[in-house]
């Protein structure tokens, strides 16, 4: 997709969430784009056919919204389960639209509390979101942390993501590295909140010359990553690549590193998705301590907040087997858990 505000985590995550809903179910989505975008790409858009009906914000606000209302209510009508995607101001009153309906699911990926915006207006919304998400029938987060959102009564889940199972069966083969290089990677957004910020600086301050450091995404530090790139020949900037040149890149690296930020408010009640992508092939991971972390403890590597806590990490699996096979198929055996067609049971 031509958006670069969107994020490829979770366009991923829809993604598999729908293809595998569709294998034993009618799926129809809504989608609501409330962010600025092309005339090009809106037309292209409404051209597309398939199961996604498309609302775009409008110079007047109160036209995309209603737009959107339209939608929900023609598609909801015949509906027997309705699952809303985070709760956003074009989701709020949704449940009036859930009529003969069998279940209605609030799926949380993201939220950020009142205590964390700033200005009154700020903190309404987000306590105008909070009184939305005792409305449904069942709680599904990533987050552990969620669980303080909960009502009584609410039927509550942790699904921190998932993995596609023909993402899995491309690294099915164990290979050994041979670039005589230790090769560790991040992917994902380039912000402060994800930490890539700190990864470069870690990683810098490592000085052993038989490391490298690829790194792929977006985002807002992008110029950084580039300077970085620039000036230390062990760190290669990927751009963001490509789905299949992704996949070519994730089977070279040794190490997979998630270095998100967990000091910033925003992290407390997401999960870094990547992290399930880099379990499933079979390759070590270092990781800051997101909520829930307690559950992978024997399959990730976690370090303190910040850089020397990376640091230290990433120069613990310097010289260590980072190939070796007995951890590579206990840590493809774990991954199997988080399929899609496990966790969307989970969901329903």
């Not at 942390?145 to 069966?169: C, P």
Request: charged share 30%; proline share 2%; net charge positive.
């Amino acid at each position: 997709m031509r958006i670069p505000q969107i994020s490829n985590a979770a366009n991923r995550f829809l993604l598999n969430l729908i293809k595998e809903l569709e294998k034993e179910h009618t799926v129809r989505v809504a989608s609501f784009i409330g962010i600025r975008i092309d005339k090009e790409i809106i037309e292209e858009l409404k051209g597309k056919k398939g199961i996604i009906k498309y609302a775009f914000r409008s110079p007047f606000i109160v036209k995309g919204f209603l737009d959107y209302r339209k939608i929900l209510k023609s598609e909801i009508r015949n509906s027997d389960i309705v699952i809303s995607y985070n709760i956003l101001y074009p989701w709020i009153g949704i449940h009036k639209c859930i009529v003969n309906r069998q279940k209605s699911i609030m799926l949380l990926a993201d939220y950020m509390p009142a205590d964390g915006e700033k200005g009154i207006i700020r903190k309404m919304y987000s306590w105008l979101q909070k009184r939305e998400f005792s409305k449904y029938d069942k709680f599904v987060a990533l987050s552990d942390k969620a669980k303080d959102l909960v009502t009584n009564g609410q039927e509550y889940v942790v699904v921190e993501g998932g993995i596609d199972r023909e993402f899995y069966n491309s690294f099915a083969d164990y290979k050994m590295s041979t670039s005589g290089n230790t090769i560790f990677m991040y992917s994902g957004l380039f912000s402060r909140i994800t930490g890539v910020d700190i990864l470069l600086k870690a990683f810098s301050k490592c000085k052993n010359e038989s490391i490298r450091l690829y790194i792929s995404g977006k985002g807002e530090l992008k110029n950084i990553v580039e300077d970085y790139a620039s000036k230390d020949e062990r760190v290669k900037y990927l751009g963001c690549a490509p789905y299949e040149e992704y996949l070519e890149y994730l089977s070279l690296a040794d190490v997979f590193i998630n270095p998100r930020n967990m000091d910033f408010i925003d992290n407390r009640y997401n999960f870094p998705s990547k992290v399930m992508e880099y379990l499933a092939t079979g390759r070590r991971v270092i990781s800051t301590k997101f909520s829930g972390w307690e559950r992978f403890k024997d399959n990730i590597e976690f370090c303190e907040n910040g850089v020397d806590g990376i640091r230290q990490s990433i120069e613990k699996m310097i010289g260590t087997d980072v190939q070796n096979k007995e951890e590579w198929i206990n840590q493809r055996e774990f991954a199997k858990k988080f399929l899609w067609e496990n966790q969307i049971k989970k969901i329903l």
